[in-house]
């Protein structure tokens, strides 16, 4: 059995050090058989990013930005060669007092230190700096299958019929309102 010494939650705006995105590719890219570079996106260095560390190794990550008003939330999956496209948020596209607005990006745990409250402990981390901090009334994401109970739990709610994204599989677009 695995015991943790210490767990640490961090935050930072902008680039994490390497072995956060080494996590961030063994979870979410690795298992599709998606090349090494995959796990980055084009605005990681704009985005807020936070993660749960236990000596030198990173075993939950996510990532937020604020979407900006002339989107709708659709984009480029990963920044390498062919990338998939992710659909708009159907929301957005027609309330605009559902902005300011953020998108959740990339969480994931690593398998062996799933269930131990990392990814909502993340989670809530970023809704409370894109809240604080950026004054964002809804959150928005797109959810893998096998995720959505998670994010049900934490009080987010599916949006839009379910959609396939190439190369990743189905997905869910859930959103969740701030006060």
């Known amino acids: 059995m695995f015991s943790l010494v210490q767990e640490e939650l961090n935050h ?5 050090e390497e072995p956060y995105f080494a996590t961030r590719y063994e979870i979410l890219r690795e298992p599709l058989d998606m090349p090494l570079g995959s796990e980055r996106l084009s605005d ?4 807020v990013h936070a993660w749960i560390e236990s000596g030198e190794q990173v ?4 990532r937020a930005h604020i979407i900006p008003v002339s989107s709708d939330g659709s984009g480029a999956d990963h920044k390498g060669p062919d990338a998939p496209t992710c659909p708009a948020f ?16 990339q969480m994931g745990t690593l398998p062996q230190h799933q269930r131990n409250g990392f990814a909502g402990q993340v989670l809530a981390e970023l809704e409370r700096i894109m809240v604080e901090d950026f004054g964002s009334k809804t959150g928005f994401l797109q959810a893998r299958i096998h995720a959505v109970p ?7 709610f599916v949006i839009d019929e379910p959609y396939e994204i190439a190369g ?3 997905h869910y677009s859930m959103s969740k309102k701030f006060s």
């Open 150 to 156: 998670f994010y049900k739990s934490q009080g987010w």
């Open 90 to 105: 159907g929301p957005l596209a027609t309330l605009s007092a559902q902005r300011p607005a953020f998108q959740i990006r």
């Open 12 to 16: 930072r705006v902008g680039l994490p």
């Open 168 to 170: 990743i599989g189905p």
């Open 59 to 62: 075993l939950c990550v996510g």
């Open 44 to 47: 990681d260095d704009e985005a």
